[in-house]
Nanobody, 117 residues
């Protein structure tokens, strides 16, 4: 069965960095684009970034451009989100998602990122 397991969240001060990881299993990882989606307290889901199946194309929401970098290692079935210059507004639960035709068909359990002094 498909599993997506996020890790790497935590508490960090403003301006700090974190690297999120998402370990995938149960499907041919290298055949699918992947995204990171977040949900801030009391708010709806927000798409953050996506990466194409072989990693040649990446996209970001404007609010994280220049600060976050998405990458993947298809040999390790893992997608990453490097987050630098973190701001309190980045506080959210971050989810790893697998793309399917028309949307996302699988989600991880999420990892909490809290940016606070």
């Amino acid at each position: 069965q498909v599993q997506l397991v996020e890790s790497g969240g935590g508490l960090v001060q403003p301006g700090g960095s974190l690297r999120l990881s998402c370990a995938a299993s149960g499907f041919t990882f290298s055949s699918y684009a992947m995204s990171w989606v977040r949900q801030a307290p009391g708010k709806g889901l927000e798409w953050v970034s996506c990466i194409s199946s072989i990693g040649g194309n990446t996209f970001y929401v404007d609010s994280v451009k220049g600060r976050f970098t998405i990458s993947r290692d298809n040999a390790k079935n893992t997608v990453y989100l490097q987050m630098n210059s973190l701001k309190p507004d980045d506080t959210a639960v971050y989810y790893c998602t697998k793309h399917s035709q028309g949307g996302y068909d699988y989600w991880g359990q999420g990892t909490q990122v809290t940016v606070s002094s």
